[in-house]
C-alpha cells in the first residue's frame, strides 16, 4: 500500500446491518490522506498495525457556525500492541484545507508530535477536535483508556500536548473498543457541544468556540482522524450523516455602519469562549456606537446619553455561558434562555444571560444578565452590537 497515497472518493457509504442505518450523503466527497483507504464499503482511517496515521476530510468547506448535526458510525476492531489497542479517532474542525495531517501514535492524526515522544512535529493549526481515545497514555495525563475529550490546537509555535481540552466525558455507557459498531452523535448548537453515544443523554456537554476554526463565511473543514503508535487496531467509520443548521438571518435596519468587530485573537486565557479583557465602545457619529461587552463584566460597557434619549439596540451578536454549573440552560445568545423569575440574576424578572440595558447618571449602561455577586466574573463570552440614541 502507498505510504501517503491521497485521493477523493464518492463518500456513499453502507453502516453494519445490526445498527441503525446511516449513509454517507450522495454529492460529498471524501479525501483521504495518509494511511487511510476505503475498505469494503467502510473507511478505514488506520489499519491495525503500528506507528500509522490517516485523515478523511470533506473535500470542500462546510457551513458550522450557525450549528450542525454529524451523526456516524465507527468500529474498533484487532486490537493489539501497547494497551491492546490505540490509539483512537477524532472528528475534527479545521481551515488548514483537505490534505491536513498530524503525526502518528500519542498525536492521534491531529496533535502535537510524531508518537516517539518527538513534539517537534506540529499538529493542526486552530483545529478542534472530539477525540474518542482508546489508550491511556504513560505520562498519566489521560483520564483512562475510554473517553471523550473536546481539544483544541492553537497557532504554529505555541501548540502544547496533550492539547488543551476544553470538556472531558470520562463515564462513557459504552467501551470503545469492544469490538462493535457504535453510533455517534455531535450536535453544535452555539456556543454548546454536545456528544452522545447510541442513544439516551449526551456524554458530554461543553461550551465551544469555533471563531478560530471558521472563514468569513462561517465555514471548515470537517472530517476525521486516526492514529496508531505502539498499540494498534482497525479505526473504520460505517457511515455518516452531516447536516448544517439553517444560517440565522437578520433583517434589521440602522444606520449605524459598523465595520469593527472584535478580534477573537484577543481573549483571556483559560476559558471555552473568546472573552474579551475588557469592553469596546466605537462611536460610529453622533448618538451611533458599536460596542463589545465581555460576558464576565457585570455592567462592563456604557455610552453617554445626558439627554436621556432612547438606546435602540440593533445588529446583536455573539455567545455567553452566566452559568457553568449547568451548560445546557447557562449558555446562549443575546435574548437569553426564558424562564420564572430568579432573584439570582442582576436582573430578576428577564430572561437568564440577556442582554440587558439600564440608564443611569446620564449614560447607558449594558451587561449579560448573569448571576450577580463575585461569580459574575466567571462568565465566557462577549455580545457585540449596535446602540443609536433617538
Known amino acids: 500500500m502507498d505510504r501517503f497515497p491521497s485521493r477523493c472518493v464518492a463518500a456513499v457509504l453502507a453502516a453494519a446491518a445490526a445498527m441503525v442505518m446511516v449513509r454517507g450523503q450522495e454529492g460529498f466527497k471524501l479525501q483521504l490522506v495518509g494511511d487511510a483507504e476505503v475498505w469494503q464499503n467502510r ?53 488548514n484545507g483537505p490534505e491536513a495531517l498530524a503525526g502518528r501514535g500519542s498525536a492521534r492524526g491531529f496533535a502535537l508530535g510524531d508518537g516517539r515522544q518527538d513534539r517537534s512535529q506540529p499538529g493542526i493549526p486552530h483545529s478542534i477536535a472530539v477525540f474518542f481515545d482508546t489508550h491511556r497514555n504513560r505520562d498519566g495525563l489521560d483520564p483512562s483508556d475510554n473517553y471523550i475529550a473536546v481539544c483544541t490546537n492553537g497557532q504554529v509555535g505555541k501548540m502544547r500536548w496533550p492539547p488543551n481540552r476544553l470538556g472531558t466525558g470520562t463515564r462513557l455507557k459504552i467501551r ?71 444560517p440565522q438571518v437578520s433583517s434589521e435596519i440602522t444606520v449605524v455602519n459598523s465595520e469593527i468587530t472584535f478580534s477573537p485573537t484577543t481573549c483571556l ?81 428577564q430572561p437568564a444571560g440577556a442582554l440587558i440595558s439600564k440608564s443611569e447618571k446620564g449614560r447607558v449602561w449594558f451587561t449579560v444578565n448573569g448571576r450577580k455577586g463575585k461569580r459574575f466574573a466567571s ?12
Request: hydrophobic share 35%; proline share 9%.
Open 43 to 95: 473507511i478505514r482511517l488506520t489499519p491495525a498495525l503500528p506507528q500509522t496515521a490517516g485523515a478523511a476530510w470533506f473535500a470542500e468547506r462546510q457551513p458550522i457556525a450557525a450549528g450542525f448535526e454529524m451523526v456516524f458510525q465507527f468500529q474498533l476492531t484487532q486490537q493489539g500492541g501497547l494497551g491492546n489497542g490505540a490509539d483512537g479517532f477524532a472528528f475534527v474542525l479545521q481551515n
Open 176 to 246: 470503545l473498543k469492544d469490538g462493535r459498531p457504535h453510533l455517534a452523535r455531535i450536535r453544535y448548537k452555539p456556543p454548546m457541544l454536545l456528544v452522545y453515544l447510541d442513544d439516551g443523554e449526551p456524554e458530554l456537554r461543553v461550551p465551544v468556540d469555533l471563531s478560530t476554526v471558521v472563514d468569513a463565511q462561517g465555514r471548515a473543514f470537517i472530517g476525521f482522524t486516526a492514529s496508531t503508535g505502539e498499540g494498534w487496531e482497525n479505526h473504520d467509520i460505517l457511515g455518516w450523516k452531516f447536516k448544517p443548521d439553517e
Open 269 to 349: 486565557s483559560g476559558r471555552n469562549l473568546c472573552t474579551p479583557p475588557e469592553a469596546m465602545v466605537e462611536e460610529h457619529g453622533p448618538g451611533q456606537y458599536h460596542v463589545v461587552l465581555p460576558a464576565h463584566l457585570e455592567w462592563g460597557a456604557g455610552i453617554p446619553n445626558p439627554q436621556k434619549l432612547q438606546a435602540v439596540i440593533t445588529n446583536t451578536r455573539g455567545n455567553a455561558c452566566w452559568d457553568l454549573d449547568n451548560p445546557s440552560a447557562g449558555c446562549g445568545g443575546p435574548d437569553g434562555v426564558a424562564g420564572p423569575r430568579n432573584d439570582a440574576l442582576v436582573s430578576p424578572d
Open 379 to 390: 462568565n465566557q463570552g462577549f455580545y457585540e452590537f449596535d446602540v443609536t440614541l433617538r
